[in-house]
């Protein structure tokens, strides 16, 4: 069973607009961790931003913030005004265990000017 | 500059061949994974190496094999690959064992692999 959940296989957003790239999950351990990674076609994992399943608040980084919402079970990551660099695929994954880390199947984001 | 690094960044082999992807990190991690992502499929765990040694392999044909000497060093190597196997390779290191502490993932940028 897929335990990341990325339902948007791509999205077109006008620059300087927000745009939300979701994202669910599933687990039954009660310690887990999120994560998005940016991938621009280079190839390179680029991390954006990490949520704790006991963190109290979302997590923000710059531009980046992360809707959790634990009862629904859902990470979703906005970007708040958009950029042309920022298009690119964006994967959200979660940590279960101490080592294990799995990914979604991805969102390519494409920005418009 | 990553502190992962991967060589190398383009590799073109036949099907014979055998050669190894190197991954080495300078982050201090007790942790190295290998992943691959191809077009077809979502990126997929390969391998987890936790303090040197081997706590996953995800149903990976024997054609691959990993080696880690060490909590730096991260080799994969490749003997009589398919066509199938051309893919981007990616390398990532973590450290394992403090939860909340948002001990993420970095990764490498990747080896493109193209068997012929």
């Known amino acids: 069973a897929q335990k990341i959940t990325q339902t948007q296989p791509g999205m077109f957003v006008q620059e300087k607009e927000a745009v939300t790239l979701d994202c669910t999950y599933d687990t039954s351990d009660p310690s887990y961790g999120l994560f998005w990674y940016k991938q621009p076609s280079s190839g390179e994992m680029i991390f954006l931003i990490y949520q704790g399943s006991y963190d109290q608040q979302n997590a923000t980084e710059g531009r980046y913030s992360l809707n959790f919402q634990k009862a629904r079970k859902s990470a979703n990551l906005v970007i708040s005004a958009s950029q042309l660099g920022d298009s690119a695929m964006y994967f959200c994954?979660?940590?279960?265990?101490?080592?294990?880390?799995?990914f979604g199947k991805g969102t390519r984001l494409h920005i418009l000017p | 500059e990553t502190g992962v690094t991967q060589t190398p960044r383009h590799l073109v082999m036949g099907m014979t061949n055998k050669k190894s992807l190197k991954c080495e990190q300078h982050?201090?991690?007790?942790?190295m994974y290998w992943y691959k992502q191809s077009a077809k499929k979502p990126l997929e765990l390969m391998f987890v190496y936790n303090f040197k040694e081997q706590t996953e392999n995800n149903s990976v044909p024997s054609r691959f094999s990993p080696e880690c000497p060490n909590s730096s060093h991260l080799f994969l190597h490749l003997h009589t690959l398919q066509p199938e196997d051309s893919a981007l390779y990616l390398c990532a290191s973590s450290q394992v064992g403090a939860l909340f502490s948002g001990n993420t993932i970095y990764f490498g940028e990747g080896s493109w692999l193209t068997v012929v």
């Open positions: 982050l201090g991690h007790n942790a």
């Open positions: 994954a979660m940590r279960e265990g101490s080592d294990k880390i799995i």
